[in-house]
């Protein structure tokens, strides 16, 4: 939810109206609009260049990941794993839409180092695969746009670390 919407529900729950402080937090947040919009949009409209230039940075890194034996080791688990690194693309601009990581946990942290775990996926490896992620996205952005993106990329990165 935005934070629009925290507002409104966390004051009727209490019943009343929106302190001084939270409408000042709507309109800092509405100011944002645009710039959350266009980053959303370039992160969107860039996922296969983002995901691909990440992945081969990962791969350089970590050859042993699509060596033999390795987790991204043959056609359909590499294909796996950019599914992934697409869908973590996803969710980083959920949050940024909604100025929020509440998405972000809500959506896709909840139980994934388990899952991941029992999957046999390494999850220093994920952690690495973020990191590259949020290399290529942040160079694709203005040096401010890039600024209020990070945040959302570390806020993955401290959480499945």
Same mark, same amino acid.
């Given at each position: 939810?935005?934070?629009?919407?925290?507002?409104?529900?966390?004051?009727?729950?209490?019943? =009343?109206?929106? &302190?001084?402080?939270?409408?000042?937090?709507? +309109?800092?947040?509405? %100011?944002?609009?645009? $710039?959350?919009? =266009?980053?959303? &949009?370039?992160?969107?409209?860039?996922?296969? +260049?983002?995901?691909? %230039?990440?992945?081969? $940075?990962?791969w350089q890194k970590r050859p042993d990941f699509i060596a033999p034996g390795g987790?991204?080791?043959?056609?359909?688990?590499?294909?796996?794993?950019?599914?992934?690194?697409?869908?973590?693309?996803?969710?980083?601009t959920y949050g940024v839409l909604s100025g929020d990581k509440g998405p972000i946990?809500?959506?896709?942290?909840?139980?994934?180092?388990?899952?991941?775990?029992?999957?046999?996926?390494?999850?220093?490896?994920?952690?690495?695969?973020?990191?590259?992620?949020?290399?290529?996205?942040?160079?694709?952005?203005?040096?401010?746009?890039?600024?209020?993106?990070?945040?959302?990329?570390?806020?993955?990165?401290q959480t499945m670390s």
């Amino acid at each position: 939810m935005s934070i629009v919407s925290n507002v409104i529900l966390k004051a009727d729950d209490e019943l =009343r109206y929106p &302190s001084s402080g939270e409408l000042k937090n709507i +309109k800092d947040f509405l %100011q944002t609009g645009e $710039q959350r919009m =266009r980053i959303a &949009s370039t992160l969107a409209e860039n996922e296969k +260049k983002i995901v691909q %230039q990440a992945s081969k $940075q990962l791969w350089q890194k970590r050859p042993d990941f699509i060596a033999p034996g390795g987790n991204a080791y043959g056609e359909r688990q590499r294909a796996l794993c950019l599914r992934d690194y697409g869908w973590y693309l996803r969710l980083i601009t959920y949050g940024v839409l909604s100025g929020d990581k509440g998405p972000i946990e809500k959506i896709g942290l909840i139980g994934v180092r388990e899952m991941y775990n029992s999957l046999g996926v390494p999850v220093p490896g994920m952690v690495e695969s973020i990191r590259c992620l949020k290399e290529a996205s942040l160079g694709l952005l203005s040096s401010e746009d890039a600024a209020e993106a990070a945040p959302y990329f570390d806020y993955i990165i401290q959480t499945m670390s």
